[in-house]
């Protein structure tokens, strides 16, 4: 695998590098330099979906990181929360706008999308989106209360308010979608191709 590409993380996220890390994905990371508010400012101009704004960010990122590296496969990636009542849910800004997010999530069910885009010389050559649905319990505020007790400020980079590897499990009475794509990442799909381009041993 000596002449294999190098992956390149368009990230310097620690959750996204652990998780390559914890996969044996040997890997470099590098800041992207997208100015992140703009471009989604940019995005939800445009109406996009959860979905598609996902996929778009994450390429953003891998087109921008490969203009500060030399070669080898850029994978960006982004996760997206639809919310229950409409709209899309970002990174909380602060603890009050944590608790008002746990609010739209109380009782209903959402959708998160985890998108990764690989670009290799200039363009885009792989994409995956990968999909969950998540199904929250009724919060109450006393457990918002002490849950944002123990979890804040730890969350305060999570789009949706919720790590499920820690506390954040008890926000739910059912999960469908596979664990990689609720922490961020979709994990299969990335591993399947890096082995087709032989980045990881068949």
Known sequence: ??????????????????????????????????DEEAAKAALAAE????????????ELKAMRAATRVSGGLVLGADSVVAAPDGGLLDKPADRDDAAAQLRRLSGAQHDLYSAAVI????????RHIGHARLHVRALSDAFIDA????????ISGCVGCY???????????????????ILGLPLLPLTAYLRDRGVLLS
Not at 47 to 58: E, I, M, Y
């Open 1 to 34: 695998m000596t002449d294999a590409p190098r992956l390149v993380l368009a990230s310097q996220s620690a959750s996204r590098r652990a998780m390559l890390a914890a996969a044996g994905i040997a890997h470099d990371a590098v800041a992207n330099g997208l």
């Open 47 to 58: 109406r996009l979906g959860a979905r598609d704004f996902a996929d778009a960010l994450a």
């Open 119 to 126: 670009v290799e010389g200039g363009r885009p050559i792989w």
């Open 147 to 154: 849950y944002l007790d123990a979890e804040w400020p730890a």
């Open 163 to 181: 790590r499920v590897e820690g506390m954040g499990a008890q926000l739910f009475h059912r999960i469908d979608g596979d664990h990689w794509t």
